[in-house]
C-alpha cells in the first residue's frame, strides 16, 4: 500500500525462492512478439508496452517528473495553501543589487517566486513579475513551455541551469510537492507500474510566509497525503530516496543530514547524490572519508548513486562503487571502464538506464551510440527508468518503446528489465518476493490474453497517451 510499511510474515525463503526463479518467457509467445513487432505499426507497439505490465522506476527526480499542466495546476489550485506566485516576464536594470538577490537570477524568464518574495522587491523589480493568475494564454504556454525540453536548439546547459531555477517557490511548498506525488502515482498506476522510489528530497521546504519547514514536518504532510483512500487503492508501493547536491560547498554537510533523514524517516530509505557530474567539484572520491565515517554512526542506509553521466572517459563509476552505492544512476561511460565493466558482469550491482535523458541532455547522439544494449546482452543488470519524464515530456511506456525501437528487445529481455526494477530496489525482502511473484503472474496473465490475437491484427488494447517526446520523434499523435 502506498506510504504505508507492509508487515509480512515471510522468510528470506520466500524472497530467496523468487530470486531463483528466471524470467520464463513461453518459446510460444516469444514467437507470438516477435510476429507482432515485425507487424506492427509503432502506435500499435506503443498500445502494447502501455498496456504490458511493469515493475518500477528506480531513478526518478520527483520534481523534473511533474508534466508542465501539472505545474500550471498546482500552482493555482487548492494544494498551494492560498500561496500565490509570480513570474518573471520582463527584464531590467534595477537597484540595489543585494535586493535583486531575492528574486534570484535577475536574467532568467520565467522564473517563479511567492508573495513574501515578491513583496521584498523594490517597485522598480516588481515590474518584471506578473502574478500567475493573470497571465493570458499565450503566457501561460510560455510559462509551461520554460520549463521543459521541447526545441532542438536546447540542451544539457538549459536543463541544468534554468528548469530547476525557473519552477524556484513552487517546489519549495511542500503541500504542492505532495499532491504533485499523488498526480505521479496516479500515472505510473495507469502505465501498469506497481512500485517506485523517486528521490523526494525532505530538505528546503518552507510555507507561504517563507518559514522554514523541519524534515520531520514535511514527512507528515506527504504521509498525510499518501494515505488518502485515492492512492491506496492504486496498489502501488512506494519507498523514498533523499537526495543532495553533490557540487555545493556544504555537500558533505547535507550528506549527513541526508543519512539522518533516513534513519529517522521509515519511508526514506536510501541517499542519492546529483547534480552534473561534468562539475568536478562533485567528484565522488571526495565523498569518500565522510560516508565512511557516517557508516560508523548509521545502519541499513542504501546508496544509489548518480555516475558515469558524462562525456568524457574516468573511473566514476568504480569509485562510485567504493562509496557502497548497490546501484548506479546512468552508467554512461561504465563502457569505457573496461576492467570496472567485467567486474558489473551479472551483479550484484543495477545501473538505472535513462534512454530519453541521455538523448535529450546530448550525452549520445542518438539512440544506436547508448552502451544500454551492450550492458543487458553483457550481463550487466539494467532496468530502465524516466529520470526527469515531465522535463522531456515523456513516459515510462516511451522508454520502453524507444528500447523495443532501437534495439530490437526479445520478450524474454523484456521481462528481464522489468523483474529488475523489483529485484534491485531498496524493498526489504517481503514486499520484493510479493511484488516478484505478483509480476510474474501478470505477465502469465498478459501473455495468454494476447497470444490468444493474431499478432498482426492486436484488438482490445487501452490506446496509450502519446506525449510530447514521441509526438516529436516518431510522429505518433498525427497516426491517431
Not at 131 to 150: G, H, K, T
Not at 275 to 287: I, S, Y
Request: charged content about 20%; glycine content about 6%.
Amino acid at each position: 500500500m502506498v506510504g504505508r510499511w507492509i508487515r509480512f510474515g515471510l522468510s528470506g525463503l520466500l524472497l530467496a525462492w523468487a530470486l531463483s526463479q528466471p524470467v520464463q518467457a513461453s518459446e510460444d509467445f516469444s514467437k507470438w512478439f516477435d510476429a507482432f513487432k515485425t507487424s506492427a505499426t509503432d502506435t500499435a507497439l506503443h498500445d502494447f508496452l502501455y498496456n504490458m505490465p511493469k515493475g518500477g522506476d528506480l531513478h526518478q527526480h520527483l520534481s523534473g517528473s511533474i508534466f508542465s499542466e501539472w505545474w500550471w495546476q498546482l500552482a493555482l489550485g487548492k494544494p498551494a495553501q492560498g500561496e500565490i506566485f509570480f513570474t518573471r516576464l520582463r527584464m531590467g536594470n534595477c537597484l540595489p543589487i543585494d535586493v535583486a538577490a531575492a528574486a534570484g537570477n535577475a536574467q532568467l524568464l520565467f522564473q517563479t517566486i511567492s508573495q513574501y518574495r515578491f513583496d521584498r522587491l523594490s517597485a522598480c523589480q516588481q515590474t518584471m513579475f506578473t502574478a500567475l493568475a493573470q497571465l493570458n494564454p499565450a503566457e501561460q504556454q510560455a510559462w509551461m513551455n520554460s520549463v521543459r525540453l521541447d526545441e532542438p536548439s536546447e540542451g544539457r546547459d538549459e536543463f541544468f541551469e534554468t528548469h530547476w531555477q525557473r519552477l524556484g517557490d513552487v517546489i519549495a511548498n511542500p503541500w504542492i510537492m505532495a499532491e504533485a506525488l499523488a498526480l505521479h502515482i496516479k500515472a505510473f498506476a495507469d502505465e501498469g507500474l506497481v512500485y517506485l522510489e523517486p528521490q523526494v528530497t525532505l530538505l528546503g521546504y518552507r510555507d507561504k510566509a517563507g518559514l522554514a519547514l523541519t524534515p520531520s514536518e514535511v514527512a507528515i504532510i506527504f504521509r498525510a497525503r499518501l494515505n488518502q483512500p485515492d492512492l491506496v487503492k492504486t496498489g502501488v508501493t512506494l519507498r523514498f530516496q533523499q537526495s543532495i547536491l553533490r557540487f555545493l560547498p556544504d555537500a558533505e554537510t547535507e550528506l549527513a543530514h541526508a543519512y539522518q533523514i533516513v534513519s529517522d524517516e521509515p519511508e526514506w530509505i536510501a541517499v542519492n547524490m546529483v547534480g552534473r557530474e561534468d562539475d568536478d567539484r562533485g567528484h565522488p572520491l571526495r565523498f569518500l572519508e565522510t560516508i565512511r565515517g557516517l557508516r560508523q554512526q548509521y545502519p541499513d542506509v542504501r546508496l544509489s548513486i548518480h555516475a558515469g553521466e558524462v562525456d568524457e572517459p574516468n573511473h566514476h563509476v568504480r569509485d562510485t562503487l567504493l562509496l557502497g552505492a548497490d546501484r548506479i544512476g546512468h552508467g554512461l561511460n561504465l563502457i569505457s571502464d573496461r576492467q570496472t565493466l567485467i567486474q558489473m558482469r551479472h551483479g550484484p550491482y543495477l545501473v538505472e538506464i535513462n534512454l530519453i535523458s541521455n538523448l535529450l541532455l546530448e550525452y549520445v547522439p542518438e539512440f544506436s551510440a547508448h552502451p544500454f544494449p551492450e550492458y543487458l546482452r553483457l550481463g550487466v543488470p539494467v532496468a530502465l527508468s524516466t529520470d526527469d519524464r515531465g522535463m522531456w515530456d515523456s513516459t515510462m511506456t516511451d522508454e520502453y518503446f524507444v528500447a523495443v525501437k532501437s534495439f530490437n528487445l526479445s520478450w524474454s529481455e523484456l521481462r528481464r528489465l522489468t523483474e529488475n526494477s523489483i529485484q534491485y530496489s531498496f524493498l526489504a525482502p517481503g514486499p520484493k518476493a510479493v511484488l516478484l511473484v505478483s509480476l510474474d503472474q501478470r505477465f502469465t496473465a498478459f501473455e495468454k490474453r494476447m497470444q490468444d490475437q493474431d499478432p498482426r491484427q492486436v484488438a482490445a488494447l487501452k490506446i496509450s497517451p502519446k506525449r510530447g517526446f514521441v509526438c516529436r520523434k516518431y510522429n505518433l499523435c498525427s497516426r491517431q
